[in-house]
């Protein structure tokens, strides 16, 4: 048996939780993959899964010999990136996740123009709020804001973009304009909670570094809902430039507070640890790094 493929196989269908979802995973059938799975056990004196016809889950030996399997390929994939680097041309599948506003803006037309530079290259883009366990999730490559908790894994600043806050003419015309940090507690802000400190406002003007908490009539896990509803009059959003720079130039939003310094966004590539970058996931980093700095939304 290929045990190499085995392996392969097995981590596939424990990450999918299910014979189907790894196979496709595999680009296999799920005959393929059951075989597979039957040399393995068969060969390791034991069972990986419990499987009925409704579920299946890791046995106690199974979830020990998938931390070792993933361990395994994860060195086999290191050394294969070693020797990838002596050829200059990427290819095969990169995997990249991105929150949905950045994601589809902007890495999305990045990601066009860099396969067009990369023939033997394809991308599969997984827009969501968060990337999760990139080794368990496949993950070569995660688009993320702030700072990076995670120790076992590896951020490159691609570029940081201003943070604004603006509103809508109809909502500064009933409520009137904050003409200092101190007024926005008198003023409905409108928070994305997926970025912390959501409800703490960070300024810096001449007095020094103030922050406020504020309180609104919304919040959301995305940008783009308190964004759509500060201009229907809701309330004052602080958003990176990327996100209302449109909405600015089209006069749906006016910044305010312009005098005080707001510590920008900064976008990081968030990848594995690992000694060896693929050519491809180092080629896409140069690339998007690159591409960034061209838009006048983001600063390097």
């Known amino acids: 048996m290929d ?39 068969s060969y390791l004196g034991a069972r990986l899964f419990n499987r009925t016809t409704r579920s299946l889950s890791l046995t106690d030996v199974g979830a020990t010999y ?21 050829h200059t041309e990427p290819k095969g599948k990169l995997k990249i996740s991105a929150p949905s506003v950045i994601g589809a803006l902007y890495v999305a037309p990045a990601i066009a123009e860099f396969l067009r530079l990369h023939k033997e290259l394809s991308v599969n883009l997984i827009l969501q709020s968060s990337y999760g366990d990139l080794v368990d999730e496949g993950i070569d490559i995660a688009i993320a804001f702030g700072s990076l908790e995670d120790t076992s894994l590896v951020a490159k600043k691609m570029a940081s973009s201003p943070l604004l806050v603006c509103g809508s003419s109809s909502y500064f015309a009933e409520n009137g ?11 409905s ?7 912390p400190p959501s409800n703490k406002w960070l300024f810096k003007g001449q007095e020094g570094k ?42 749906h939003l006016r910044v305010v507070l312009q005098d005080y310094a707001i510590e920008p966004m900064n976008i990081h590539a968030v990848y594995p640890h690992r000694k060896y970058l693929s050519a491809k996931v180092h080629a896409f980093l140069v690339f998007l790094e690159e591409w960034l700095r061209t838009r006048s939304a983001f600063n390097g």
């Open 3 to 41: 045990k190499l493929t085995g392996m392969k196989v097995f981590v596939s269908v424990a990450r999918a939780g299910s014979f189907v979802g790894g196979a496709k995973e595999m680009s296999i059938s799920r005959a393929m993959a059951t075989k597979h799975m039957g040399q393995l056990e």
């Open 66 to 86: 998938l931390q070792r399997c993933r361990t395994v390929l994860a060195e086999i994939e290191e050394m294969e990136d070693a020797v990838s680097l002596l």
């Open 177 to 187: 304009l904050p003409l200092v940090p101190e007024d926005l507690v008198q003023h």
């Open 210 to 251: 103030k922050e406020i908490i504020v309180s609104g009539r919304m919040q959301a896990n995305a940008a783009d809902p308190i964004r759509i509803a500060a201009k229907k009059g809701l309330g004052l959003v602080m958003l990176p430039e990327y996100i209302v720079a449109r909405d600015i130039e089209k006069g």
């Open 189 to 195: 802000c409108l928070v994305n909670s997926s970025i």
